[in-house]
């Protein structure tokens, strides 16, 4: 899983790595027991990182539409404990949040002290679909990547654990997973003529996500571009990074100052 794991310093072709790519997995029972057992540990993790309320952790989700950002999070954080999960989505900006600077509505929403909070989109918008659609100048968006890598390197400064996840696929899956959304009545509510138009500028898109992730991904905010043709090898992918993020922490539950034997409950 670490291949996935973008190495530092080192520039990001979407175009040599493959979509369709699933290692030495193949789908079947063995691999829902594997999944089954990554999702166990990843709620005993959780709980414990509530409980403790010492850890933050930021998850973005990235990825063009139809790439799977939302069956990511419904799978890959099923058991979670809700109190502890929270998910931010960014839409495209309101009258009050273009008001403001382009990390505002970003820092409103990160993790405080035991949470897990996901970016379904987020402030890599900002100079991924602004660019692409001429809203800003390039001036501006080389800018923002500093300012990016200034903004998560504070957040990690104070105790946040950022990874960030670029679910990659192909135009040909795409157009697959868009027609299977005019095909089923019950997946009209999915489909949005809008999602056509940005298609169009695949290309514009793959651009500005190669030279995003390249400026941006660092020791403190690390990038995965994580093989998302197959829907259950990326939440293999995913989930199993997260896992072994987890897993470096070293938590306890709090200490108890109660003597359990002395209370009686009548
Ligand atoms: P889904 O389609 O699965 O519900 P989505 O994330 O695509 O999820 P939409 O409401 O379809 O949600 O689209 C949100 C749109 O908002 C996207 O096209 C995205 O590019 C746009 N957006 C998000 N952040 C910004 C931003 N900072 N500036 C401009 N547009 C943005
Ligand atoms: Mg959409």
């Not at 403790?52 to 979670?80: C, N, P, W, Y």
């Not at 157009?175 to 997946?187: G, I, N, S, T, Y």
């Amino acid at each position: 899983m670490e291949s996935y794991h973008v190495k530092l310093d080192t520039r990001v072709r979407l175009d040599k790595l493959d979509p369709e790519d699933s290692g030495e997995h193949k789908k079947g029972k063995q691999l829902d027991a594997m999944l089954e057992k990554i999702r166990l540990e990843m709620d005993r993790l959780q709980e414990l990182l509530y409980a403790e309320r010492k850890h933050k952790v930021l998850i973005v989700l990235q990825a063009m539409d139809t790439a799977g950002k939302d069956g990511t999070i419904s799978h890959v954080f099923e058991g979670m404990n809700p109190q502890g999960v929270k998910v931010a989505s960014f839409k495209a900006p309101t009258t009050e949040e273009l008001d403001h600077d382009f990390l505002w509505r970003v820092h409103k929403q990160v993790p405080g002290k035991g949470e897990i909070v996901i970016f379904n989109r987020s402030h890599y918008e900002d100079v991924l679909v602004v660019r692409v659609h001429n809203l800003i100048t390039r001036d501006v968006w080389l800018r923002r990547y500093k300012e990016i890598n200034n903004f998560e390197h504070m957040l990690a400064n104070e105790g946040t654990t950022i990874l960030k996840f670029f679910l990659h696929i192909t135009p040909d899956e795409q157009k697959q997973r868009l027609q299977d959304r005019l095909d089923d009545p019950a997946k009209h509510w999915k489909f949005s003529a809008a999602d056509l138009d940005e298609r169009k500028l695949w290309p514009d898109y793959m651009k500005a996500y190669e030279d995003a992730i390249t400026a941006t991904n660092t020791a403190w905010a690390p990038w995965y571009i994580v093989p998302a043709n197959k829907k259950w090898y990326r939440n293999l992918v995913v989930a199993s990074t997260i896992m072994a993020a987890l897993q470096t922490f070293d938590m306890h539950y709090p200490e108890s100052t109660l003597d359990a034997s002395k209370i009686v409950i009548e």
